[in-house]
């Protein structure tokens, strides 16, 4: 795995979502703009919103669902269906340390795929040298910080900052 090269972007983009249903049309809107190789690391507590933004996410793509917590498989790949990338979804929140997941050969496949993983923070920024970190806090009403390292998040930002 390589070490991250880029620093973050100094202002995070910050989007409030009213409840579940918010969540996941922000998160199918951001799956719009994404594109094979985009690793997405999620951080919250329990219930924050990680997996529902993904199913979200997953709309915006066109992958097959359904979308569920990856909590005991560790990692599920969702096949497109169009011709965009498929869904690699990765739940760390299991793993021992960043050697288990190396182990999960994420890199393999991360140029193909857009590589969502929850619980990740600390552990899968080393898999690009460019990512987005989504902080997502909050019940039913969340707060979704996001933050980005690297060039390739330019545009995307601006777009979500519109």
């Known amino acids: 795995m390589s070490e991250p090269q880029a620093t973050p972007q100094p202002d995070p983009v910050v989007v409030r979502t009213a409840d579940a249903e918010a969540t ?33 996410l997953a709309r915006g ?10 909590t005991f ?6 096949p497109s269906l169009t011709d965009g990338p498929e869904l690699v979804h990765v739940d760390a929140y299991r793993l021992g340390g960043a ?17 969502v993983v929850e619980w990740g923070a600390g552990l899968a920024e080393s898999l690009s040298e460019t990512y987005l970190t989504l902080v997502l806090t909050g019940d039913d009403e969340r707060r979704i910080e996001i933050h ?3 060039e390739r998040w330019d545009d995307v930002l ?3 900052r519109a």
């Open 148 to 150: 980005a390292v690297g």
């Open 61 to 70: 793509l066109g992958v097959r669902g359904p979308i569920t917590s990856p």
């Open 24 to 56: 996941q049309a922000f998160g199918e809107r951001l799956g719009g703009m994404l594109r094979a190789g985009d690793l997405l690391v999620l951080t919250g507590g329990l219930g924050a919103g990680k997996t529902t933004f993904t199913q979200g």
């Open 158 to 160: 601006s777009a979500l």
């Open 73 to 78: 498989v560790v990692a599920r790949v969702h």
């Open 99 to 115: 050697a288990e997941l190396d182990d999960l050969d994420l890199d393999a496949e991360l140029d193909e795929a857009v590589t």
